[in-house]
């Protein structure tokens, strides 16, 4: 090979990889939000089981120390101490119903998540019938030392 031939080969190298690399970049970055995405859903759907059984041993180490989150039923946002009150009086037992997820929408930005859902809580009557509420939840996840915890929520009524 001759010398021009060498550099006209490194050239057309390095114009290859100045052009690939970024979209194999683009492809691991998408690959890797995707599985924290599922990540992040997956403690949505603990959270709630762990909320309707009362378990508050394991709710609680899931809300950040500086959350602050406005409850359906509160008037104003409240801290974590308010939170952790909140969830011993409407959850002191576990709930006798059960609920669906039906995901609206996630972004991951960096070692921030927003997520939105609906939170399909069905009741049963004693009469054998039910009813299903519907709940609107925002929740703003951060993630510390390689660990998830809920930042700030709020949920209302639809």
């Not at 990540?39 to 089981?49: F, G, H, N, P, R």
């Not at 969830?87 to 576990?94: E, F, H, N, W």
Request: glycine residues 6%.
């Amino acid at each position: 090979m001759t010398e021009t031939m060498t550099k006209r080969y490194q050239l057309f190298l390095f114009i290859a990889l100045s052009i690939c690399i970024p979209f194999v970049s683009m492809a691991s970055e998408k690959i890797g939000n995707d599985r924290i995405k599922e990540q992040i859903w997956a403690l949505e759907s603990d959270y709630l089981t762990f909320f309707k059984n009362a378990a508050h041993e394991k709710v609680i180490p899931m809300w950040h120390e500086k959350f602050l989150g406005w409850p359906i039923t509160e008037n104003t946002p409240n801290d974590k101490q308010a939170v952790i009150s909140y969830l011993k009086k409407y959850a002191s037992v576990p709930g006798n119903w059960k609920f669906k997820i039906e995901r609206m929408g996630i972004q991951i930005f960096g070692n921030v998540a927003i997520t939105h859902l609906v939170h399909h809580i069905t009741f049963s009557r004693s009469d054998g019938s039910s009813y299903t509420r519907y709940t609107r939840i925002t929740h703003t996840w951060i993630n510390e030392s390689g660990e998830w915890k809920i930042l700030g929520g709020m949920s209302s009524r639809i």
